[in-house]
């Protein structure tokens, strides 16, 4: 077993299995030229060995938001999405209440393990974020701030091995059969 940061641990015994990244940049003012943090969670998802299944760039606005997640939950060939940007305090910051209600259920815990890491890198300031995560129609959704380096804290630090299929003692990949059953 393979002892990663942040008490990840890797069964290298056990097949990785790829999984499938749909990345939602929202934002009033980047476009595919000055967006940055939607090609480094690109960058990120396939370093580590799943697949960009989608990517787009959204305004701060829940309708627009809304309907390009929805798109992706409904996507056979989307596993995951994860959303950057919009989840401050300011008026145009509305990426929790689009896709809350979105949820079947919420991941509190990522949340908390989020804040946990960000307080690491950028102290009390990590209570102006609302990143938030959560399944719907057996999909998870993943919502980080806007931020390269806060992306990198959640990607690398948190969402990363969750999608490790090796990663121990349980991972979200391997209950993503089980996300639908009623």
Known sequence: MNDTSHGCRIDES???????VAVLTISDTRDDESDTSGPLLMDRV????????????????VGAIQAQ?????????????????????????????AIRPLF????????IVWH??????????????RAC???????????LPGS???????????????LDSRHRPCNLVEIMPRLTER
């Open 69 to 97: 997640v929805r798109d992706w939950i409904a996507d056979p060939a989307v596993d995951v999405v994860v959303t950057t940007g919009g989840t401050g305090l300011t008026g145009r910051d509305v990426t929790p209440e």
């Open 46 to 61: 396939k370093r580590d060995g799943h697949i960009v299944a989608a990517h787009a760039i959204v305004r701060d606005d």
């Open 104 to 111: 079947e259920k919420e991941i509190e815990g990522f949340a």
């Open 133 to 143: 995560a959560g399944v719907t129609d057996g999909k998870f959704i993943f919502a």
């Open 14 to 20: 056990l097949p990785f299995k790829p999984v499938r």
């Open 148 to 162: 390269n380096g806060a992306c990198k804290d959640g990607w690398d630090k948190i969402i990363r091995w969750q």
């Open 116 to 129: 946990m890491l960000s307080y690491q890198s950028v102290g009390l300031s990590t209570l102006q974020s």
